[in-house]
């Protein structure tokens, strides 16, 4: 019997949050009558995290482990539940417990009324510093503002996808992955259910600054080219200063014999400048083209050392 329902988490060294999230999806996907499955998705975990999923696998044939040879990432790990979800309706959701298991059935309700995309938006965030809530603000509102793909506010992975969306995207293969721009990139009937995110349930944060950093790099690069026009812009701005300013200073020798730009030093912070504009444009070309590297060898996205047989059955 397939199911209606595919629950996806990825699980990186979360040993403490298993089986709270396990118990909670339980209570919250029993009370939709419908057959579901659990697809947990081991990111190359190496605090038992493995054993867990095992163990909850042999109790309940409705988990589905799909085990990394390694460490692939967040995004990656997603990616790979997405691929080996069967239901109609799939729903992403963090190991952490900061988003609540409950506003699935809120999302199932939205799903059922014709949405194809049901898309969580925080609309406050329990246990995060003032930092991590000012940065992920701007993050949302520069990438609203950047990007021709309309990408909610406040708006994480946690979602509900109708089967004809996970079919679509998991048709796009590309390696630097911002899957909640991916979802909205797609189209199809979108509506967001607001929800209060609570503090992570146990456990440190798997995403510090670094991934915070590169996340935020993978989705400008992936759906905008607004770095690049901005190294046209800075290069067409320095140009301006030149053309602007060279006539004064000859002007200003030839009438006074007065240099306003004399000296070493300004010649000096005139290079630097130059060099500066040149090196940030090569930095932001490099970027592109090392995504464009990435892609032409074909890897995959993903090896998995152990993955669940497409006809398993969920009846115990």
């Known amino acids: 019997m397939q ?30 009558g419908e057959p579901w499955e659990l697809v947990l998705v081991d990111d190359g975990s190496r605090d038992g995290s493995t054993g ?19 460490n692939f990432g967040h995004q990656i790990a997603v990616t790979a539940g997405l691929d080996f979800s069967r239901g109609q309706a799939v729903a992403i959701i963090d190991a952490d417990l900061q988003d609540p298991p409950e506003v699935i059935l809120e999302m199932i309700a939205r799903w059922k009324e014709g949405n194809q995309v049901v898309y969580g938006v925080r609309v406050e965030r329990e246990g995060e510093t003032w930092f991590k809530k000012t940065t992920a603000a701007l993050f949302y509102r520069l990438i609203y503002r950047i990007t021709e793909v309309n990408i909610p506010l406040d708006s994480g992975d946690f979602r509900l996808l ?14 630097h992955r911002f899957l909640r721009g991916m979802s909205s990139w797609v189209g199809f009937s979108q509506v967001g259910v607001p929800y209060r995110r609570a503090a992570r ?21 992936s759906f905008s080219y607004f770095p690049l026009q901005v190294a046209t812009y800075m290069g067409f701005i320095s140009a301006g200063i030149a053309i602007v300013a060279i006539p004064i200073v000859v002007v200003l020798r030839l009438a006074v014999g007065y240099s306003i730009f004399g000296g070493q030093a300004t010649t000096l912070i005139a290079v630097l400048f130059l060099g500066g504009v040149q090196l940030i444009s090569l930095g932001i070309l490099g970027e592109y083209i090392g995504r464009v590297y990435d892609e032409v060898k074909g890897r995959p996205l993903y090896i998995t050392s152990e993955e669940p047989q497409p006809d398993q059955d969920l009846n115990p």
């Open 3 to 32: 199911p209606t329902y595919s629950i996806i988490a990825p699980i990186y060294n979360e040993l403490q949050n298993l089986p709270v999230l396990y118990d909670r999806i339980c209570e919250v996907m029993e009370k939709t």
């Open 52 to 70: 867990v999923i095992h163990q909850l696998a042999e109790r309940d044939p409705r988990v589905r482990p799909v085990i990394f040879a390694r």
């Open 201 to 221: 349930f146990a456990g440190e944060t798997h995403y510090p600054f670094r991934k915070m950093l590169r996340l935020a790099l993978n989705a400008v690069t």
């Open 162 to 175: 109708d089967r004809k969306v996970v079919d679509v995207m998991k048709k796009m293969r590309e390696r």
